[in-house]
């Protein structure tokens, strides 16, 4: 079956540390692959998108990397800040549906 | 203003009730989707459309229906609510796809709880 998975637990980590937020799918084979962040009660924000052809993509202290072989995305927050406490969504477009399938998401949660 | 708004924000309402939900746009996209989001199952695609003339169902479309009324403009019922679909509703926007990828824009969100 098709699925895409995101780490559940929450990531909790001290303000300054780099965060690294896991995305992984199966049995998909996306054109592209985004990061969205939503804080509570609120709609998701597009933050970076990453095409399957590029394997880094990089703005200001966010860093995406895309591994098409391993069906996986890094999603990296550098010098983190507790302004950056959300939840974080991947996202995959399918080429062939031109539809964005999300993830569930993975919270993260910056303290000082 | 925002550019994607959404009415009502919060909503209550009893089972079988017919509840109508609104979405307005003002970033000229033709692409308009309507999502609803429950935790731990993360946000599923309800309806979509890629112009005026163009509606779609996405994979949990029983139970809704949409209209499109105009460029700016897409609407999500309820014909008859019931207490599953409790839930946040989302209604989002996007270019078509190509350069931009097809990166989703996001009103703010309705609370919907159907008692």
């Known amino acids: 079956s098709q699925k895409i998975e995101q780490n559940s637990e929450a990531l909790n980590i001290q303000e300054g540390k780099t965060a690294t937020l896991t995305c992984n799918y199966t049995n998909y084979s996306p054109a592209y692959l985004q990061w969205y962040r939503q804080d509570p009660g609120r709609g998701p924000v597009f933050l970076l998108l990453?095409?399957?052809?590029?394997k880094e993509k990089r703005k200001e202290r966010l860093k995406v990397t895309f591994d098409t072989t391993l069906k996986q995305s890094l999603f990296h927050i550098t010098a983190s800040q507790p302004a950056d406490s959300a939840t974080y969504l991947c996202?995959?477009?399918?080429?062939?549906?031109?539809?964005?399938?999300f993830g569930t998401g993975t919270r993260l949660q910056v303290f000082p | 203003d925002a550019d994607v708004t959404q009415t009502p924000r919060n909503r209550i309402t009893k089972t079988g009730k017919r509840i109508m939900l609104e979405c307005s746009q003002t970033?000229?996209?033709?692409?308009m989707y309507w999502y609803r989001q429950d935790p731990g199952l993360g946000l599923r695609l309800i309806y979509y459309?890629?112009?005026?003339?163009?509606?779609n169902k996405g994979e949990i479309s029983d139970g809704y229906s949409v209209s499109r009324q105009a460029q700016a403009k897409f609407s999500l019922s309820l014909e008859s609510a019931i207490p599953n679909q409790t839930a946040l509703y989302f209604c989002?926007?996007?270019?078509?796809?190509?350069?931009?990828?097809?990166?989703?824009?996001f009103g703010p969100g309705t609370r919907l709880t159907v008692l």
């Open positions: 459309s890629f112009d005026v003339k163009d509606i």
């Open positions: 989002a926007t996007s270019d078509i796809a190509g350069a931009s990828g097809d990166t989703q824009y």
């Open positions: 970033k000229g996209h033709d692409r």
């Open positions: 996202a995959l477009l399918l080429g062939e549906t031109d539809k964005l399938i």
């Open positions: 990453i095409r399957e052809n590029e």
